[in-house]
Nanobody, 120 residues
Framework: QVQLVESGGGLVQPGGSLRLSCAAS????????MGWYRQAPGKQRELVAA???????NYADSVKGRFTISRDNAKSTVYLQMNSLKPEDTAVYYC??????????????WGQGTQVTVSS
């Protein structure tokens, strides 16, 4: 079973920066797309950013120009660099990865979530 372990959340002032990391561990063949989602209190979980296995990325309109997603395939890790943070970015951030167990079998896995709070 693959585990996704997130780190890097915390409390930051408006305008500040944080970098989230998510590392996959366990037995698997490869990792396809990886992404970050977030869920604020009383709201549905939403996609923040995603990146394909070859590095193609896409972003939610609300974070374009402020957040950058990247990945290190050798480390099975995806990152989310968050700059110019706003109070509305406050949420629990979840890592997602499409884990390929064989060339024919793939399943999505989720991290446990990390809290990001933007407040003065």
């Amino acid at each position: 079973q693959v585990q996704l372990v997130e780190s890097g959340g915390g409390l930051v002032q408006p305008g500040g920066s944080l970098r989230l990391s998510c590392a996959a561990s366990g037995m698997f063949f490869s990792i396809g797309a990886m992404g970050w989602y977030r869920q604020a209190p009383g709201k549905q979980r939403e996609l923040v950013a995603a990146i394909s296995s070859v590095g193609t990325s896409n972003y939610a309109d609300s974070v374009k120009g402020r957040f950058t997603i990247s990945r290190d395939n050798a480390k099975s890790t995806v990152y989310l660099q968050m700059n110019s943070l706003k109070p509305e970015d406050t949420a629990v951030y979840y890592c997602n990865a499409n884990i390929k167990y064989t060339t024919l079998v793939a399943r999505d896995s989720w991290g446990q979530g990390t809290q990001v709070t933007v407040s003065s």
